[in-house]
């Protein structure tokens, strides 16, 4: 049975609406807060609907796993790099922050370089510690603004400077998040020091390792947007804790699909904060855990099922190249073949000439001989990013072989 609001109830009938919040607040399955929001104290079931995403992610991210072991090392980092590009990208135009997919690969593409001064230079290097699976604090409220000015502060105040900090960690003053129509529809709690508690109690509860991940992460993602901490780059840094915190407990792939999920789903997450924010949803945040639930699930089922895909279609053209091979007997031919079909089907732009001689360990000279033999035949496809050429598969065409 779907769960429903205390709002949609309390529009069918008043006195239902308050037997049912009184009948909620008693159940042995519902945790209180200790916070409240329009004057109602927050708490939360363990409804059938929350135990039943639970198990999907445990399933989904069982298949994930299983799909990755099946991947060949440089495809499957081919597939986390295009995803982590995406991801940057996607949690940016949410916030209406234009970014291309060039401009972060390029970022992503020389951060050894450590050039603090190039735009996204901050989110770029978050996102890639979270694939490496390195150590962020997510405990304190200094642990959040840190995150921040890591992740977006440079850019945030580069853009607009009426943003810039003034609190002892966070905001000073009041803020409004504005619809499309820039009609106000949320102002973040105030003063500072109801910031600092609130936010405390969040971490309280994002850290609280006998609670269920995934209602944790949701609690948490609820309340940090309730509570909007910064003037600008809340969303941004909320996602980002939110996909660490899915990363480190979940396939690292699965924290680099939020905002591609949230994305595909944002008229529902929108509104999920929308009803339980209402006064007449009485505090019950148990709604916002099954929807921000759903679009974690979501995340997850599409990694599945495009990690399969692209599997299935590696195959099918591996065999195609093993056919061609058969015809044109050239020594490594299948190999380097093979490396041009997994970077046609799981990275964004192809394979670099540096990336195909450390995959194959053979000589700029031998691959260049190999690839004349594909470009001479109408199946190789080069792409050129600044200086870099890549090369790829032009998989259409090896298909038309057959």
């Given at each position: 049975?779907?769960?429903?609001?205390?709002?949609?109830?309390?529009?069918?009938?008043?006195?239902?609406?308050?037997?049912?919040?009184?009948?909620?607040?008693?159940?042995?399955?519902?945790?209180?807060?200790?916070?409240?929001?329009?004057?109602?104290?927050?708490?939360?079931?363990?409804?059938a609907?929350?135990?039943?995403?639970?198990?999907?992610c445990?399933?989904?991210?069982?298949?994930?796993?299983?799909?990755?072991a099946?991947?060949?090392p440089?495809?499957?980092?081919?597939?986390?790099?295009?995803t982590?590009?995406?991801?940057?990208v996607?949690?940016?135009?949410?916030e209406?922050?234009r970014?291309?997919?060039?401009?972060?690969?390029?970022?992503?593409?020389?951060?050894?370089?450590?050039?603090?001064?190039r735009r996204?230079?901050?989110?770029v290097?978050?996102?890639?510690?979270?694939v490496?699976?390195?150590?962020?604090?997510?405990?304190?409220?200094?642990?959040?603004?840190?995150?921040y000015?890591e992740?977006?502060?440079?850019?945030?105040?580069?853009?607009?400077?009426?943003s810039?900090?003034?609190?002892?960690?966070?905001?000073?003053?009041?803020?409004s998040?504005?619809?499309?129509?820039?009609?106000?529809?949320?102002?973040?709690i105030?003063p500072?020091?109801?910031?600092?508690?609130y936010?405390?109690?969040?971490?309280?509860?994002?850290?609280?390792?006998?609670?269920?991940?995934?209602?944790?992460?949701?609690?948490?993602h609820?309340?940090?947007?309730?509570?909007?901490?910064?003037?600008?780059?809340?969303?941004?840094t909320?996602?980002?804790?939110?996909?660490?915190?899915?990363?480190?407990?979940?396939?690292?792939?699965?924290?680099?699909?939020?905002?591609?999920a949230?994305?595909?789903?944002?008229?529902a997450?929108?509104?999920?904060?929308?009803?339980?924010?209402?006064?007449l949803?009485?505090?019950?945040?148990?709604?916002?855990?099954?929807?921000?639930?759903?679009i974690?699930?979501s995340?997850?089922e599409?990694?599945?099922t495009?990690?399969?895909?692209?599997?299935?279609?590696?195959?099918?053209?591996?065999?195609?190249?093993l056919l061609?091979?058969?015809?044109?007997?050239?020594?490594?031919l299948?190999?380097?073949?093979?490396?041009l079909?997994?970077?046609?089907?799981?990275?964004?732009?192809?394979?670099?000439?540096q990336?195909?001689?450390?995959?194959?360990?053979?000589?700029?000279?031998?691959?260049?001989?190999?690839?004349?033999?594909?470009?001479?035949?109408?199946?190789?496809?080069?792409?050129?990013q600044?200086?870099r050429?890549?090369?790829q598969?032009?998989?259409?065409?090896?298909?038309g072989?057959?």
């Amino acid at each position: 049975m779907e769960y429903e609001g205390l709002r949609k109830i309390f529009h069918i009938s008043e006195s239902e609406a308050a037997q049912e919040h009184q009948r909620r607040l008693a159940a042995k399955n519902t945790k209180e807060l200790g916070l409240s929001i329009k004057d109602n104290e927050c708490f939360y079931c363990m409804d059938a609907e929350v135990y039943e995403l639970i198990i999907k992610c445990e399933r989904l991210d069982k298949r994930i796993r299983e799909e990755i072991a099946l991947l060949p090392p440089i495809a499957l980092h081919q597939y986390i790099t295009s995803t982590l590009i995406e991801e940057i990208v996607l949690t940016n135009e949410i916030e209406g922050v234009r970014s291309s997919r060039r401009e972060i690969g390029d970022v992503l593409a020389n951060l050894e370089k450590n050039d603090k001064r190039r735009r996204f230079h901050g989110i770029v290097e978050k996102y890639n510690a979270l694939v490496g699976s390195s150590d962020i604090a997510i405990e304190t409220c200094q642990d959040i603004r840190d995150i921040y000015d890591e992740l977006v502060r440079e850019e945030v105040e580069s853009q607009k400077p009426d943003s810039r900090l003034d609190g002892e960690y966070f905001r000073a003053g009041p803020v409004s998040v504005l619809n499309e129509a820039d009609i106000p529809i949320h102002q973040g709690i105030e003063p500072e020091s109801k910031i600092i508690r609130y936010l405390e109690e969040a971490l309280r509860i994002l850290n609280d390792e006998a609670t269920e991940l995934l209602v944790r992460i949701s609690l948490f993602h609820f309340l940090f947007a309730y509570i909007h901490p910064f003037y600008d780059g809340n969303g941004r840094t909320n996602r980002f804790i939110s996909s660490y915190m899915m990363a480190s407990r979940f396939s690292p792939l699965v924290g680099l699909k939020l905002s591609h999920a949230v994305k595909q789903h944002i008229k529902a997450y929108y509104k999920a904060f929308t009803i339980c924010e209402h006064p007449l949803n009485k505090g019950d945040l148990t709604p916002f855990i099954i929807l921000f639930s759903e679009i974690i699930v979501s995340a997850m089922e599409d990694i599945a099922t495009t990690l399969k895909e692209k599997r299935a279609a590696m195959d099918d053209a591996e065999r195609a190249m093993l056919l061609l091979s058969g015809i044109h007997d050239q020594k490594d031919l299948p190999r380097i073949g093979g490396i041009l079909i997994q970077a046609a089907l799981f990275s964004d732009i192809g394979i670099t000439m540096q990336e195909l001689k450390d995959t194959t360990g053979l000589s700029e000279p031998t691959i260049n001989k190999r690839l004349a033999y594909f470009e001479e035949l109408g199946l190789s496809m080069k792409t050129k990013q600044g200086r870099r050429v890549h090369h790829q598969m032009d998989l259409g065409a090896l298909k038309g072989l057959k």
